[in-house]
């Protein structure tokens, strides 16, 4: 079946600096890639997603890049706010369910 | 904007009884999912739940867990016979049929400690 990474499991910026999370997955037929954003104690929040015929995406602040070829994905927050801490989740989509990465733990200092 | 509610937000039960956990989803949607997350961990699929039916689920989800839908509104969980393990978030969520259908809507979260 599938099976998500994520790299870091913690990420630590600077107030304005920008943040990377990476992650890579197994099944070629995956097709959809949310990143959920999880504050303590909350439900995940899709923040943007990207499907296997785009290679990249932006929403403002919030990217996301698709590599197929090499099954990974990113995603890169830029001029990082305090408000940017919490726990980020990559998840993949297959068949008829979203299998989720391990978590990105990451904190904003100002 | 339209929510999935959850009911209850947090169960506290014995080892050994027996939990139903309550979602509403959002009205239009036509597939269901139950989620769970251990505190601290990644989130888990459990099952997914299309035309009254269960489509797919994970190891996670033996012959202690059930789901259903009574009556065209409720999507419920039922744990037979909560283990402690069975501690956990456990989160709803459905979604729309069609070119957006990933995109999962989540509910709120059922809190369940199992003592």
């Known amino acids: 079946g599938e099976n998500v990474e994520q790299h870091p499991s913690t990420l630590s910026v600077q107030e304005g600096d920008s943040a990377v999370i990476k992650c890579t997955y197994s099944?070629?037929?995956?097709?959809?890639f949310p990143w959920y954003k999880q504050e303590l104690g909350k439900r995940p929040q899709l923040i943007i997603d990207i499907r296997s015929n785009v290679g990249e995406k932006k929403d403002q602040r919030i990217a996301v890049t698709l590599n197929k070829t090499a099954k990974h994905f990113s995603l890169h927050i830029t001029e990082t706010q305090p408000e940017d801490s919490a726990v980020y989740f990559c998840a993949a989509s297959v068949a008829d369910k979203l299998i989720f990465g391990t978590g990105t733990r990451l904190q904003v200092f100002p | 904007e339209p929510e999935v509610t959850q009911t209850p937000s947090h169960q506290v039960t014995q080892m050994g009884q027996e939990v139903i956990l309550r979602c509403v989803p959002i009205?239009?949607?036509?597939?269901f999912y139950w989620y769970r997350q251990i505190l601290g961990q990644k989130v888990e699929f459990l099952v997914s739940f299309y035309n009254n039916e269960i489509s797919e689920k994970s190891e996670i989800f033996d012959d202690q867990f059930s789901v259903e839908r009574p009556d065209g509104s409720n999507f419920t969980l039922k744990i037979r016979s909560t283990k402690l393990e069975d501690s956990a978030m456990y989160f709803c969520a459905s979604r729309l049929r069609g070119s957006g259908a990933n995109v999962l809507t989540f509910g709120a979260g059922s809190r369940l400690t199992v003592l």
């Open positions: 099944d070629s037929a995956s097709n959809y």
């Open positions: 009205s239009n949607h036509l597939y």
